[in-house]
């Protein structure tokens, strides 16, 4: 794999204890779950750019509702 | 990490694998909706299929079918029977078509047929299909225009030779 | 994303010979030019002689998939990985996979895993479509590659997939946990292998290392 480059990041103590959270639950550390954020943001952010549109849908009610990026 | 591939484990699972399919992936609307660009080839087995599944899923509503109770009736597997309408990616089994021939009383030659499952090219099928194929819809409860189409191709199909 | 080559080796199976190849961590505009040049037109072939001698069962179920399509709207995407298998310079295999998608296995729920998008080897290499098939292990190295990226990736080697009706058979030897066709919309089966499937068919029962 290609080098990998270090860098130092400033979190919220709320923001390291979310952090925190996702890293035990999924089971990654926590550049782990940095790097699957930042894969979804990404994703989302080219398909928003592309004119689509992301929902979050309830099973139940079947209500949609939009997901808004500005 | 590297990633090692020990060439005792790749000869032991090419030896298992035996050239059998393995593709995994889905039906891939992506690469293909809207796409004018698909072979003739490709066309011609995608059309066959699709005018099959919509004519089975028309048929099944016209004779007032669920999915259960055709697959039950015509003792086939309905999640089968599902992905024939759907026009999945599946081929339909040939005893499949055998049953729901039987069902519909329909002439099982011209049924394999429709379905892209003989060989023999019969002009009055695969024109009647394209039609069915170009003039129906396959959501909603049929239109009158649909049952007339319907009906068409039905005939062509139940006229044993 | 760099490319990377490592050896592998498959089993000619014409001649009977284990010959040496590389799976490629990328697909590259090489291997779209195989593709469009090499696999369409022997597709193509395979799917007139099936439908002459009676034989659609035999046609691929992947038969209408375009890589060129696939590589161009994932492009760039970092989620999205390629590999591929080279062999004499012609490519043997392709595969697209999505870095994370979650488990679903009830003991691995939620968990992330490598969700196999598609993954597909040449139309020579099938048995019963144009002959006996020319190259056997393309399949195997690919899902290889995927479970040690899931492992790289700190996803402990869970796997996910959709098989096609046709590719059950193989998926199911490796004892993959079968979930069943209610998480697909195209009556697919739904396929995973957890952290102890994934080191079984690493390390084929703990005779190989990882």
Redesign the interface.
């Known amino acids: ?2 080098t990998k480059k270090t860098m130092t990041l400033n979190l919220t103590p709320e923001e390291m204890e979310v952090l925190e959270g996702l890293s035990a ?5 926590k550049t ?1 779950v940095l ?2 954020a ?3 943001y ?2 989302i952010d ?1 398909r928003f750019e592309q004119g689509q549109k992301l929902y979050f849908e309830d099973d139940e009610k079947k209500e949609k509702a939009e997901l808004i990026f500005i | ?28 609307s ?3 909706k809207n ?1 004018a660009s ?2 003739c ?2 066309e ?3 059309n066959m299929r699709v005018a099959f599944g919509r004519f089975i899923q028309m048929i099944r509503r016209k004779r007032g079918y669920s999915h259960e109770q055709l697959a039950d009736n015509a003792d086939v597997d309905v ?2 029977l ?2 024939i309408e ?1 026009s ?4 339909p ?1 040939p005893r499949t078509v055998y049953q729901l021939a039987k069902i519909f009383n329909l002439d099982s030659k011209k049924l394999l047929q429709l379905a ?4 023999k090219r019969d002009v009055e099928i695969e024109n009647g299909a394209l039609a069915f194929a170009a003039n129906s819809e396959s959501i909603g409860s049929l239109t009158p225009e649909e049952v007339e189409i319907l009906e068409t191709f039905v005939a062509v199909l139940a006229e044993k030779r | ?2 490319t ?1 080559s ?6 000619h ?1 014409p001649t009977d010979t ?1 010959v040496d190849a590389v ?1 490629q ?1 990328s697909i590259e505009e090489a291997q779209l030019e195989d593709w469009r040049n090499l696999w ?1 037109p022997a597709r ?1 072939e395979g ?2 002689r099936c ?4 034989q ?2 035999c ?12 590589i161009a ?1 994932y492009d ?4 999205k990985r390629t590999f591929s298998v080279v062999c004499n310079d012609r490519t043997e295999g392709l595969m697209l996979v999505t ?2 998608a979650f488990a679903l296995e009830e003991s691995q729920k ?3 895993l490598v969700y ?6 040449a139309p020579w ?4 479509f144009l002959g ?2 020319e ?11 995927a479970v ?1 990226l899931s ?6 080697g869970r796997i996910g ?7 059950e ?3 199911s ?1 490796l004892q993959m946990r079968d979930l069943g ?1 209610e998480h ?1 919309k ?3 089966r739904y396929f995973e292998m957890t952290p102890i499937e994934a080191n079984a068919f690493l390390t ?1 029962g703990g005779r ?3």
Not at chain 2, 2 to 23: D, H, L, Q, T
Not at chain 3, 6 to 11: E, G, R, T, V
Not at chain 3, 51 to 54: D, F, I, Y
Not at chain 3, 151 to 156: A, N
């Open positions: 794999m290609a639950k999924k089971e990654l550390s782990a790097r699957m930042l894969r979804f990404q994703l080219v | 990490m590297k990633f090692s591939f020990p060439r005792e484990w790749c000869i032991e699972m090419a030896r298992e694998e035996n050239g059998y399919p393995v593709s995994a992936g889905t039906l891939d992506i690469s293909t796409d698909m072979s080839a490709v011609d087995v995608d999640v089968e599902k992905n759907k999945s990616s599946c081929f089994a892209g499952l003989t060989k | 994303m760099t990377e490592f050896p592998i080796c498959l089993l199976k284990i799976l961590t369409v193509e799917i007139k439908v002459s001698t009676k659609i069962e046609i691929p179920q992947s038969y209408r998939w375009k890589w060129d399509k696939k709207y760039g995407i970092l989620a870095t994370p939620g968990k992330p196999v998008d598609f993954l597909e080897t290499n099938i048995n019963g006996q098939g190259y056997r292990g393309v399949g195997s190295v690919l899902l290889r590659a040690l492992l790289q990736e700190e996803y402990q997939l959709q098989s096609l009706p046709d590719a058979a193989f998926y030897r066709l697909s195209e009556g697919l084929r190989y290392e990882i």
